[in-house]
């Protein structure tokens, strides 16, 4: 029988965005290889101030999509809130990735303050901050840490990936997160934060990189394919285990 399930992207869609345009191709390219119907679902930022946990929990999974800053932070992060509490299965890709590592600062930290200089560049803990190098149309290496989630994603050690940002997790505040259950568990040659996972979730994680951009050359990533294998297991709509 085919599994079906419904992903909430959470992002304002914007055709300007090749983030946008390669994500629809991309789950597309991975249902396909997994025989899975996925339906995909945009959940603009500005509806998610409000939405009850009743109206996220008509979807299976919540895949946080580039393009910010977003037209409402707070609902960005209201959503990534609710996929951590409750379990549903996250992915977050650039954008993605950064919302969630303030959506945990502030809600699980208690950094109140923590946030992202792209949409305030005066903020009292910025958190998220320029890259010391822009990784616009950029390429590089990312390094697994053993006995990560990510790393058995790849079976690798190592991998080569495309970027298009310019702001990335602050290492200043490194040591917040190695204390935490928010791991970072992929680096850059220098060390620098571009794959952070969430322990004791079905599946939470976040890259700087944005593997969706494979559609653009029908490469299937491992990572969007394991994003729904995690759905595929997990009971559909199902909040109250999902929360337990």
């Known amino acids: 029988m085919t599994k079906s399930f419904r992903i909430g992207l959470i992002g304002d869609y914007n055709t300007e965005v090749k983030a946008h345009l390669a994500i629809p191709r991309a ?16 959940l603009p930022t500005p509806l998610l101030e409000s939405n009850a946990e009743e109206d996220l929990s008509l979807y299976d999974a919540f895949w946080c999509v580039p393009g910010s800053p977003y037209a409402s932070m707070n609902g960005a992060l209201n959503a990534i809130r609710f996929a951590r509490e409750h379990k549903y299965p996250y992915l977050g890709t650039c954008a993605g990735f950064q919302h969630a590592i303030i959506e945990y600062a502030r809600n699980v930290l208690g950094l109140t303050e923590a946030d992202h200089t792209e949409s305030n560049p005066t903020a009292a803990i910025p958190i998220i901050s320029p890259l010391a190098c822009s990784l616009v149309e950029a390429q590089g290496s990312v390094l697994l840490l053993p006995n990560s989630r990510i790393a058995a994603i790849y079976g ?57 951009l494979s559609a653009f050359t029908d490469v299937t990533h491992p990572i969007i394919i394991a994003f729904l294998q995690a759905v595929a297991e997990i009971s559909p709509r199902d909040a109250l285990v999902r929360s337990e």
Not at 27 to 42: I, N, P, R
Not at 196 to 212: N, Y
């Open 156 to 212: 690798s050690s190592e991998t080569v990936e495309r970027y298009f940002c310019s702001y990335g997790f602050n290492s200043t505040f490194k040591s917040l997160l190695e204390q935490s259950e928010m791991h970072i568990t992929g680096v850059d040659s220098d060390g620098a934060a571009r794959v952070i996972e969430l322990a004791h979730h079905p599946f939470f994680i976040g890259t700087l990189f944005q593997p969706e």
């Open 27 to 42: 789950v597309a390219l991975a249902s396909q290889t997994k025989g899975y119907d996925v339906e995909m679902f945009w």
